[in-house]
Antibody
Framework: EVQLVESGGGLVQPGGSLRLSCAASGFTFSSYAMSWVRQAPGKGLEWVSAISGSGGSTYYADSVKGRFTISRDNSKNTLYLQMNSLRAEDTAVYYC???????????????WGQGTMVTVSS | EIVMTQSPATLSVSPGERATLSCRASQSVSSNLAWYQQKPGQAPRLLIYGASTRATGIPARFSGSGSGTEFTLTISSLQSEDFAVYYCQQYNNWPGGFTFGPGTKVDIK
């Protein structure tokens, strides 16, 4: 079964850091680009960051550029999101999502994790 | 940045009726448009990609159409499990990023 399981969320103070993980199973992880998408409470979906299958190319939304870093360890089938200088407006459920087709970032997201909640508050 | 808009914000429909949801892009996204369904407390689920191709396991009552800047998701006969929020997403403007519409909530009339 194709599955994504996020972890690492929690409560953090403004200015703090957090690292999210997304464990993948059931598919050849290194063949697929991956993204992080977030959803603030009661709001819509916002794409945050994407990474190519090899990890050699990374992309960020303007709202997180310079503060967040996406990475992956293909030997561990795991995606990461390092979040620094967190702000109240970063409070959201963070989902990892798999690109539908192999070899390419220009794709819909066909598999999503269950999400992990990040709360930035003092 | 491509801005996605959806209408209506809320659609009240009776079970068994047809629902038509609209999505508009601020500039052409070709056919690089997806639709997702999200129920409360759940992750989004891919329904349609390439503007009109149903994802694996999606019932035939869901159909997508359109290209360029105007897109439609049609649910031919609403079932109880279809009441949810629906988002469109463009993935054409790369590496500019992916953008989602604000969503249409389909609720019971």
């Amino acid at each position: 079964e194709v599955q994504l399981v996020e972890s690492g969320g929690g409560l953090v103070q403004p200015g703090g850091s957090l690292r999210l993980s997304c464990a993948a199973s059931g598919f050849t992880f290194s063949s697929y680009a991956m993204s992080w998408v977030r959803q603030a409470p009661g709001k819509g979906l916002e794409w945050v960051s994407a990474i190519s299958g090899s990890g050699g190319s990374t992309y960020y939304a303007d709202s997180v550029k310079g503060r967040f870093t996406i990475s992956r360890d293909n030997s561990k089938n795991t995606l990461y999101l390092q979040m620094n200088s967190l702000r109240a407006e970063d409070t959201a459920v963070y989902y990892c999502a798999k690109a539908k087709a192999a070899a390419g970032l220009v794709n819909a997201f066909d598999i999503w994790g269950q999400g992990t909640m990040v709360t930035v508050s003092s | 940045e491509i801005v996605m808009t959806q209408s209506p914000a809320t659609l009240s429909v009776s079970p068994g009726e047809r629902a038509t949801l609209s999505c508009r892009a601020s500039q052409s996204v070709s056919s690089n448009l997806a639709w997702y369904q999200q129920k409360p407390g759940q992750a989004p689920r891919l329904l349609i990609y390439g503007a009109s191709t149903r994802a694996t396991g999606i019932p035939a009552r869901f159909s997508g159409s359109g290209s360029g800047t105007e897109f439609t998701l049609t649910i031919s006969s609403l079932q109880s499990e279809d009441f949810a929020v629906y988002y469109c997403q463009q993935y054409n403007n790369w590496p500019g990023g992916f953008t989602f519409g604000p969503g249409t909530k389909v609720d019971i009339k």
